[in-house]
C-alpha cells in the first residue's frame, strides 16, 4: 500500500463544506471519494486537512489517500479532474512516506479573508468576498491584531463549546488594502471551529469604530464569545495553504 497526498482547490458556494454528510451528498470530500473510486474500482477514504465549512474555498486544501501500488501521479491527476465538477479542481498528487496523514501531520495552516467596502458588491468577486461598506482604519485593525497573536487560549473565539483543547498559536496576521479590497490573512498552527471569521468580525468591528483595538483582548482573557464581534460569513474565507515538517 502506499500513501499519496493530494493538493486540491474548490470553489465551496454551491457546496456543505468540506467533510463527508450522510444527509447529502453534496460534499468536497463526499465528491472526491467518488471520483477516485471510479478511477480505482475501490472505496478510498479522503483524509483532509481538516474541515471547512459550508461556503468556504480552498487554494490548498491538502488530503492524504492509501492506494495498493504506485500510480503516476499526473496521470491519475488528470483522469481524476475529468471526473470532478468544475468547480473542484485535484491541483497535484504526491507520493509520500507511509503513515503521512493530511490532518495529524499537518503543521500549520494559513488562511484568507476578502472583504468588499466598496458602496455595491463587486460583480466579479461578490461569491468571494463578503461586501462591508464601511470605511475601514486599517491601523486600528493592525492594532487589534497585535493582542490576537501568540500562544494562547481561544475559548472566546469559537463557536464550539467542547473543544478538547482550545489552545493554539497564531504567527502572524495580516491586513492590506487596495482600493476596496481589504484581505487578512491568518497564519498560526491551526483554527478551532469558526475562530477565522470570528476573528475577522473582531477586527471588522475595530476597523469600523464600534470597538477599541484592546478590546480584542477581553474575549480571551474571560474565554467568552459573546464579547468577541460577529461571525463573518463564509463567503469571503480561503485556505490558502496547509503546511508540514
Known sequence: MRTYKLTIAYDGTRYQGWQRQSNTENTIQGILEDAVMKETGRRTEVNGSGRTDAGVHA?????????????????????????????????????????????????????????????????????????????????????AAGYLTGTREYAGYTDKKDEKSTRRTIYDIMISGQGSSVVIEYDGTGFLYHMVRILTGTLLETGAGERKPEDAAAALRTKNRQQAGFLAPAQGLFLREVRYN
Open 59 to 143: 487554494r490548498g486544501q491538502t488530503a492524504s489517500i492509501v492506494l495498493p501500488g504506485k500510480i503516476l501521479s499526473e496521470e491519475f491527476t488528470a483522469r481524476l479532474n475529468e471526473r470532478l465538477p468544475a468547480d473542484i479542481r485535484v491541483l497535484q498528487t504526491e507520493l509520500v512516506k507511509n503513515g503521512f496523514h493530511a490532518r495529524k501531520s499537518a503543521v500549520g495552516k494559513v488562511y484568507e479573508y476578502h472583504i468588499d467596502t466598496g458602496d455595491r458588491p463587486d460583480v466579479f468577486t461578490r461569491r468571494f468576498s463578503f461586501h462591508f461598506p464601511r470605511r475601514l482604519d486599517l491601523e486600528a485593525m493592525r492594532e
